[in-house]
């Protein structure tokens, strides 16, 4: 599987930003998609996650902000991400389970075995 994202750039506070993950080879197989974000300093951080039947999970500090979504036929992940904050400037990664595994059995970037190279989002204040 591999994943290319896009989308990403700067913004100012209050803005909004699309991300996109790209997905090619066997990812028809692999069920559960999430984006995942690191800060300078910090440690990496799930932001949002999405199941095959289309139920999503996200963080605390994200929720109704951003949203999380996919084009099966596309195999293409999207991030909408509105009201951003100086705060959620950070690398942001999109991530694949491994296949034929529900998100209900992943937890942690260690489970995810695809990753994107990531896309830089800076918010100004």
């Known amino acids: 599987v591999q994943l290319v994202e896009s989308g990403g750039g700067s913004v100012q506070a209050g803005g909004s930003l699309r991300l996109s993950c790209a997905a090619s080879?066997?990812?028809?197989?692999?069920?559960?998609r999430v984006w995942f974000r690191q800060a300078p300093g910090k440690g990496r951080e799930e932001v949002a996650r999405i199941s095959r039947d289309g139920s999503t999970i996200y963080a605390d500090s994200v929720k109704g902000r951003f949203t999380i979504s996919r084009d099966h036929d596309k195999h293409t992940l999207y991030l909408q991400m509105n009201s951003l904050k100086f705060e959620d400037t950070a690398m942001y990664y999109c991530?694949?389970?491994?296949?034929?595994?529900?998100?209900?059995?992943?937890?942690?970037?260690?489970?995810?075995?695809?990753w994107g190279q990531g896309t830089q989002v800076t918010v100004s204040s």
């Open positions: 080879g066997y990812a028809h197989d692999t069920y559960c």
């Open positions: 991530a694949v389970g491994p296949p034929y595994l529900s998100c209900d059995y992943l937890s942690g970037s260690g489970a995810f075995p695809y």
